[in-house]
């Protein structure tokens, strides 16, 4: 039998022509989270992580900072738009 694991998410704004750099940072610091774009014309992406790595989401988006200054951390998420 399977235990279910909530996801925990991070709304996060980026400007659209960084996203693509935005989701290689996150991928490079070890994958502590999943990044998918909120709407396809949106400049606001989901971090979609474990409760165990969501506090490392924070620290993480800071340092991404230092590269993309515009992006800005709306904040946490109950529920997602996965277009279904």
Known sequence: MS???RAR???VR?????????SALVDGSGRKALVRTKEKSSNEVY?????DTFSELFPLVESIKKHIEEVE?????ENIDVGL
């Open 3 to 5: 235990k279910e694991v």
């Open 47 to 51: 971090l979609i992580a474990t409760p």
């Open 9 to 11: 998410v991070l709304l």
């Open 14 to 22: 980026v400007p659209k022509e960084k996203i693509g750099l935005f």
């Open 73 to 77: 951390i709306l904040g946490e998420v």
